[in-house]
């Protein structure tokens, strides 16, 4: 998949004042069949804007999508619904994804019924079976609604309803960000196993670096709607180059109390957007004059390393350990 | 509950009438007119000697129904409509709720009594006259319900499996949007009730001889003064139906909306 | 560093239920948690455990009926908070224990200033007139690092982001002096770089107002970087507590090992063990340990008996039958 220059402007209207939010601003990437993409953001970084985006359920202001070598950008519903079946999304929040109205079964075979793959009632509900076994439910689960189950369950009943098309691509949102830990480890290891044993490609969205770590081949940290890094994840967690991605690490507390990281929490200044320099000025320490005048562009730093910076960081790990 | 077990027994009253009410509702025994409550006649008699009793009873038909059709039509129609509205947005929905709000601008006794002076006063005229002022309130409850659905993630799940619009619309938001209707169609039984009395009372509705409520309480002002139990049963008939169908709105309310709440 | 402070707060034995339609929810059954003069507590564990429902019944929140306060005394020095009158517990709510929730913007009222409701809680609880209660409010939100106080205060809570908001919440919290802070999952609903942030706050004010602070949340991350012992809830018990370098380096109960385990790591990469099964249903909760139906190495007696808190090691306490066998 490829996307390029991707940029999505909403218009908001508040008592008759229009304004425009850039929540992202020429995003280019591309995603090889069978590797994990991870998209790491806090809010406001553009991150979930951009999945939506690549499944066509917002439709860009500018830029292209090309999937599998198709320009699906302007492409209407129609035509789009081929494409549909080999790229699905799985969702953040597993109490609100699913139609509280229907059964297992029903949601899991709307997408057999929807594309066509399969009309034969009996046939369904064999295919539907086969899904729910490889994602860890049973038989006895399908007559049984949403509400009835917890959020590991569903979400499992999600990640199933994706799978139903036999699709190519997956764009998992925040999949686990709204479970318990310990469910967490359970839906993450079941992603990886899939990945496996269906051939998938994944966008993996999150905010949390310790998943990103644990799925990804190669990640994009987003900050402001713009990729301002992008690296293998080995080399992302050993020398990270931008300011924003040590940020990151530095702020995301681990559970071994003996490692620690200091902050400083006088760090009062606002997030500004600011309207020539780099995005992200009034949080940086690093930051040069030229900051101040000209916006960075992605620069490379080595052959599959690249950063918006104009003074990234070059030292290795950033953690500290008590003695 | 209380709502649940009045109405029911209004239910019961009207369709088991012929074998319940004691006197031929249109039987008049003039000897006997304007008596008081006794043991022949437990609700006492009329001015053209009518058992008011029977009347009563048969009345419950006349008013159920007729009620019960009104909101039926209206909530279908308005439901269609304040889906419709609510779900594609833009242009539809400005048309079809500014269309709504000419209706709601409108007291609906007045639309009523001119749609029934115009049309003429049959039965299903009637029914059209107060199903025409209750449909803007279904659209507008079906239309808020439709918003919020939309929004919500599962709407979105479904567009990703290639949904078609119409299909995410009856398929999806409307089902959940249908516990406000529910309540509402309730509540909305109770100002049916009150408005086919209303235009009985001021002689638009159904026409005499049948018994109803409405038309009951008109003939029986006359002789208020000294038949007050006239006018008081059929009164109170009115009064109990309405506050059953609210108090089982209400009920309605309680019961099924929390329940969507998940943990 | 806690043996020798004095105890500001005990929880003693407390048993929580809950009548709903479906059934008596016994969402806390026998907890026991100290805190000491200065320290901070983490209070750890995942949905369903009990450390919410634990928090509010400190402060008294829980509407009672469907709530059943059904054993327990919470001792604020020495004083039953379960026995005392509502006007005492208005006293003690903000002025000496003061808390904190996840959502501040549901904490605070849209309809008034922040000005105004920190000058409200000031007046009340420092008796004090509407002049100083400003400068005391100032203070404190510069303390919160919102430099900007005066413009903060005339702000309604809205025009806020959720980060200063939060900070607000703990400036108004603080501005009371109050001995002791709970905090409810204050970071869990803000952005990773703001969580940072406030969990210095939090840290460092602990220090400069020598607060004692109970401190609730899922995230075992910051537990280790911020609280200086940790307890371990799971399904209304309490199941490990201790120092934290005790607790989480060397976990002596299945469920904390299963949970550090459990979660991945920037740092080191591994296999992600993953605890099998779900947390329990609080109205029908397993048998004996409520643990066992995910334990590997359950038995017998698991089923049977609930495990009582034992010190293991000085100060480090654990419920369960078998800790020796998971030793280190």
């Known amino acids: 998949m490829q996307v390029e220059d991707l940029k999505k402007v909403f218009r908001t209207q508040n008592f008759g004042r229009v304004s425009k939010i850039t929540a992202v601003e020429g995003v280019s990437f591309t995603i090889q069949r069978g590797e994990t993409l991870g998209l790491i953001g806090e809010s406001g970084s553009g991150k979930t804007t951009v999945g939506r985006m690549i499944v066509k359920l917002l439709n860009p202001s500018s830029g292209h999508i090309k999937l599998d070598g198709h320009d699906v950008t302007h492409l209407n519903e129609k035509a789009f619904k081929p494409f549909r079946k080999r790229f699905q999304i799985v969702f953040q929040d597993p109490y609100s994804s699913l139609n509280p109205r229907m059964t297992v079964l029903q949601l899991l075979s709307r997408p057999l019924s929807v594309f066509g793959i399969e009309k034969d009632r009996k046939k369904q509900r064999m295919k539907v079976i086969e899904v729910l076994h490889d994602v860890g439910l049973h038989e006895e689960h399908l007559n049984r609604y949403p509400h009835e189950f917890s959020g590991g369950q569903r979400q499992r009943v999600a990640v199933a309803r994706a799978l139903m098309t036999k699709p190519e691509f997956i764009v998992l949102d925040e999949p686990t960000s709204a479970l318990d830990v310990s469910v967490q480890a359970q839906i993450l290891n079941l992603l990886r196993q899939l990945k496996a044993a269906h051939n998938l490609t994944y966008l993996f969205i999150s905010h949390d670096l310790g998943v990103i770590h644990y799925m990804c081949d190669r990640v994009l940290v987003m900050y402001m709607g713009e990729i301002v890094e992008s690296a293998p994840t080995e080399e992302l967690f050993t020398s990270p180059a931008h300011p924003y991605t040590r940020f990151l690490m530095e702020s995301i507390p681990d559970p071994d109390p003996e490692l620690t990281n200091e902050i400083d929490y006088v760090n009062k200044v606002k997030a500004l957007q600011s309207t020539y320099g780099c995005n992200f000025l009034s949080r940086c320490d690093r930051a040069l004059p030229n900051c101040f005048d000209r916006h960075p562009e992605l620069v490379k730093l080595s052959s599959n390393h690249l950063v918006r910076c104009h003074n990234p960081l070059k030292e290795a790990s950033v953690w500290k350990r008590d003695g | ?263 | 560093m806690s043996s020798v402070s004095a105890k500001v707060l005990e929880i003693k034995d407390l048993q929580v239920r809950f009548d709903t339609e479906d059934g008596v929810v016994k969402a806390v059954e026998d907890v026991n948690l100290d805190l000491f003069s200065g320290e901070m507590l983490g209070v750890v564990g995942e949905t369903g455990c009990g450390k919410s429902v634990t928090l509010q019944s400190v402060l008294r929140l829980l509407p009672t009926p469907p709530t059943r306060i059904t054993r327990g005394q919470i001792l604020f020095h020495g004083e039953n908070l379960l026995d005392v009158s509502e006007e005492r517990m208005n006293e003690i709510r903000g002025g000496k224990i003061a808390m904190i929730f996840q959502e501040p913007m549901t904490s605070l009222n849209p309809v008034f200033t922040i000005g105004e409701q920190m000058r409200d809680v000031i007046e009340q609880h420092r008796r004090v007139g509407k002049r100083k209660a400003n400068s005391i409010a100032i203070r404190a939100l510069i303390e919160v690092g919102l430099e900007d106080a005066e413009v903060v205060l005339s702000k309604y809570p809205h025009e806020l982001s959720g980060g200063q908001r939060q900070r607000v919440m703990i400036a108004m919290a603080l501005s009371c002096q109050p001995e002791i802070l709970i905090a409810d999952e204050p970071t869990t609903a803000l952005d990773v770089s703001i969580q940072a942030q406030i969990l210095a706050i939090i840290k460092h004010l602990r220090q400069t107002h020598n607060m004692s602070v109970l401190l609730v949340t899922h995230n075992l991350g910051v537990v280790a970087q911020t609280c200086d012992r940790v307890a371990v809830m799971y399904a209304g018990y309490v199941v490990e507590k201790g120092e934290k370098f005790g607790v989480l380096k060397a976990p002596l109960h299945p469920y904390t090992r299963g949970l550090l385990e459990s979660i991945p790591r920037s740092r080191k990469v591994r296999e992600l063990r993953s605890i099998p099964g779900s947390v329990p249903n609080l109205i029908d909760p397993p048998e004996g340990c409520r643990f066992h139906p995910r334990c590997s190495f359950a038995t017998e007696v698991c089923k049977r008996e609930v495990p009582i808190l034992e010190e293991a090691k000085p100060g480090h306490f654990v419920a369960c039958h078998h800790w020796r066998r998971l030793g280190y």
């Open chain 2, 1 to 263: 509950m209380v709502g649940f077990w009045i109405i029911v027994a209004f239910i019961f009253t009207a369709l088991f009438a012929p074998w319940i009410a004691p006197y031929d509702p249109s039987e008049q025994d003039l000897l006997a007119s304007l008596e008081g409550p006794s043991v022949a006649h437990p609700m006492g008699v009329d001015f053209f000697g009518r058992d008011i009793l029977s009347r009563v009873i048969w009345g419950t038909r006349v008013s159920l129904t007729i009620a019960l059709m009104a909101v039926a039509i209206s909530a279908i129609v308005g439901a269609l409509l304040g889906s419709l509205a609510g779900f594609y947005g833009g242009i539809l929905d400005e048309v079809i709720m500014r269309i709504m709000d000419v209706f709601l601008a409108i007291p609906s006794i007045l639309l009523a009594i001119a749609i029934v002076a115009a049309l003429g006063p049959r039965t299903s005229n009637l029914v059209f006259a107060v199903s025409l002022s209750t449909i803007p309130e279904f659209a507008r409850i079906a239309r808020s319900a439709v918003l919020v659905e939309r929004s919500k993630e599962y709407i979105e799940a479904a567009r990703a499996i290639g949904e078609s619009r119409l299909s995410m619309l009856f398929r999806y938001a409307l089902p959940n949007s249908l516990i406000p209707m529910v309540v509402q169609a309730s509540l909305r039984m109770a100002t049916a009730i009150l408005s086919v009395s209303g235009l009985g009372f001021l002689g638009l509705g159904v026409q005499p001889p049948t018994p109803e409520w409405g038309t009951d309480l008109s003939l029986a002002r006359t002789y208020l003064e000294i038949a007050p139990h006239a006018g008081i049963f059929p009164g109170i008939a009115i009064f109990l139906s309405v506050i059953g169908f609210n108090f089982l709105g209400d009920g309605l309310n309680e019961a099924l909306n929390p329940r969507l709440k998940d943990r």
